[in-house]
């Protein structure tokens, strides 16, 4: 069952069209990412699915609600990470929870959801002195205080190293684990692709596609390439003769396969009956970053 619906969702600023004609559902349990560089409208969208921005054009249902009609209703089912969000620098963690809690009809004992996104010993830490990645966690068990059905996370790991960054996407699928539905918008291929059941992709106001990751990889090329270094003669013939395999190129002193379906399981099937051992096998395929040069002819990030 849908629980976001947005339709024909057209947003201007004076002449410039941020958001033109963006339409997509997501399905209650999912997390659902929005994918696009920098200034493609996708915090533009999602404002407008909050509530924070009223669109010029379209029909945006959140849990059945209208995110303007029924703003007070929706802030009851809803939490938001915001792109760029600061609290008072002499705010302490627990402070931030309590007071955040008090705007809830019903919501989650802040103290257990500070033990599960470890927040628990820094619970009379100032904002200030948090690292960024702690900052992250406590943006997240804001959103989640109010115990919303759904919680819209916007770049919600630009700013952190790649630890700090794996350790928020374990926190992201536990909350989903949780039964809530989360709305992402990233500009990271790695996060859309370890995180989203689906991916709307954005590019300059516009929907360029909907489907998941690896629907997307698979609309622009679904091959494959092995490349590994055969320890012996091998007779490329017996390698073409396999319905998997399209193409077969040497390159140096390694042999390129390129073909589709168990194309893996196919070459090393033949490599074991010729007794030949294949070094420094890889195996490449098509990737999301490939898949989004394709269908917005430039890459997301310079």
């Known amino acids: 069952m849908a629980i976001i619906q947005v339709d024909n969702l057209v947003k201007r600023y004076g002449d410039h069209t941020a958001v033109d004609g963006v339409g997509f559902t997501v399905d209650e349990g999912e997390i659902f990412g929005i994918l696009g560089p920098n200034g493609a409208g996708k915090t533009t969208t999602v404002e407008c699915v909050e509530g924070l921005r009223t669109p010029d054009d379209g029909v945006i249902r959140v849990c059945g609600l209208d995110p303007r009609r029924d703003e007070a209703d929706l802030r009851q089912v809803l939490g938001a990470q915001l792109q760029e969000s600061e609290l008072p620098d002499k705010l302490r963690v627990d402070e931030a929870l309590e007071l955040y809690s008090s705007f ?18 820094k619970l009379g830490t100032r904002f200030k002195q948090l690292s960024g990645g702690q900052k992250q966690r406590l943006s997240i068990a804001l959103a989640l205080v109010g115990d919303p059905r759904v919680a819209v996370l916007d770049e919600l790991t630009t700013g952190l190293d790649p630890q700090a960054r794996r350790d928020v996407w374990d926190l992201i699928e536990r909350v989903r684990a949780r039964g809530v539905t989360i709305l992402l918008v990233t500009h990271f291929m790695e996060e859309a692709e370890r995180l989203c059941d689906r991916l709307a992709v954005i590019d300059a106001g516009r929907l360029v596609a909907i489907d998941t990751p690896a629907g997307l990889v698979a609309k622009v090329d679904d091959r494959q390439r092995i490349r590994f270094r055969p320890s012996g003669p091998l007779d490329h013939a017996v390698l073409t003769a396999l319905p998997e395999v399209t193409a077969v190129e040497r390159a140096g002193s390694q042999l390129v396969v390129t073909g589709t379906g168990n194309l893996l399981l196919a070459i090393t099937t033949v490599l074991a009956r010729e007794h030949v051992i294949a070094a420094d096998l890889r195996v490449e395929q098509t990737t999301l970053d490939d898949a989004f040069v394709a269908l917005t002819g430039r890459p997301i990030e310079p």
């Open 104 to 121: 809830y009809r019903a919501p989650v004992d802040w103290r257990e959801l500070a033990d599960t996104l470890n927040l628990t010993d």
